[in-house]
């Protein structure tokens, strides 16, 4: 119901004070062990964190309402990112369905280009928490290396 929500009425989605609580929500929907409801709560998240009002096309002058929307999602992502990534990374080592690693990618990459200053901070921490048995600290370290490196190659790209 949620998606339809962003799709038709985005007004009342991204406006409304509900809109911190259903990300909350979805976010706990996370660490379910069910995969409809697993796919469903990514589906949210990537359709918010790739909405065109976090990245409007510079050839073209966004809706009015679209500074509005962005500001929800970012206030949201700020507040709750840090448990937020925490839930996608601790599910992709973990109990993700297999064929959730693509969204999970590019929920990451949108959090890696919008977010990418808060990102870096809070990786290590979240890295840490993360089981050896499930992330050798090896593998954990060159993740945290690849990142840094996209991000830091993200924004030059982006103000050259």
Known sequence: MLLQMVDLAPDIFFQSPAFPIAFRASMAALTLVHTDIIFASLDLFRVVLTHDCLVPSPSASPPPKFPIFASAIRTV??????????????????????????????????????????????????????????????????????????AIASSITTFT
């Open 77 to 150: 992502v700020e507040k709750e990112g840090f448990e937020f990534v925490g839930y996608l990374l601790n599910g992709l080592v973990g109990d993700f369905p297999e064929d959730s690693t693509s969204v999970v990618v590019s929920i990451f990459r949108i959090i890696a280009f919008v977010w990418t200053s808060q990102l870096l901070s809070w990786l290590p921490l979240i890295l840490q928490q993360l089981p050896t048995t499930s992330a050798p600290n090896q593998a954990k370290t060159q993740f945290l290396s690849e990142v840094t490196r996209f």
